[in-house]
């Protein structure tokens, strides 16, 4: 009678099955970090064109898109134009949900359009950003006094990289500053000029993240 043979894994076989799963879980950490990798450059890039598109319509108008005492004879037929108060500043928080929109922080978005100068966006609505939330302007927030454009729902560890990148990482200091989100979404925001951020970032937190203009 023959025996049966043994079947089983040699230790030259399990070790390339463990080196396998190795190179996949490595690929999918890389793979994770390149994908985050790209929606920071994606959210950097973002905000200097949204900076540069604010700028140039001050340039070319005269006037701040938002605030705009012009904006309905300027665009005539452009769809939901209406006028700023022509004071210099904007009014209304930048995560404004009015509508249809009543604030300055809304008729922006809508005075860009109108000039051509931003696209992806519809009337009257904040455009998104790469994480679920999103961009707006607004009059100065935390400790910044000039107009600044803010972004909600940032994570603790793209926030700090924006932040190192542009400015300090330092979320209570500087040009770039930011405050952990703990309210109810479609609320007026709390980045409001002389709220105090947390000295530092933490990962498992999502942000509001205001940057100066």
Avoid: H
Wanted: glycine share 12%.
């Amino acid at each position: 009678m023959k025996k049966n043979p043994r079947a089983g894994f040699t230790l030259v076989e399990l070790s390339i099955v463990l080196v396998i799963i190795g190179l996949i879980i490595a690929g999918v950490l890389t793979g994770r970090q390149i994908l985050k990798n790209a929606q920071i450059t994606n959210t950097l890039n973002a905000i200097q064109s949204y900076q540069a598109q604010f700028q140039t319509y001050v340039q070319n108008y005269g006037a701040m898109p938002g605030d705009d005492a012009n904006a309905t004879s300027r665009f005539s037929g452009a769809a939901n134009v209406a006028n700023g108060d022509g004071s210099g500043t904007l009014d209304g928080a930048f995560d404004a949900v009015k509508s249809p929109a009543s604030v300055e922080t809304q008729y922006a978005w809508i005075d860009l359009r109108a000039a051509g100068l931003v696209k992806n966006q519809t009337s009257g609505i904040q455009p998104p950003n790469n994480f679920g939330g999103i961009y707006g302007f607004q009059n100065g927030s935390f400790g910044i006094t000039t107009n600044v454009i803010c972004l909600t729902n940032v994570p603790g560890d793209v926030a700090l990289a924006i932040d190192s990148r542009l400015d300090d990482g330092d979320s209570a200091n500087g040009s770039i500053q930011a405050i952990a989100e703990s309210w109810a979404s479609g609320t007026a925001s709390k980045a409001t000029p002389g709220a105090t951020p947390e000295k530092a970032y933490v990962v498992n937190k999502t942000y509001t993240l205001c940057v100066g203009m």
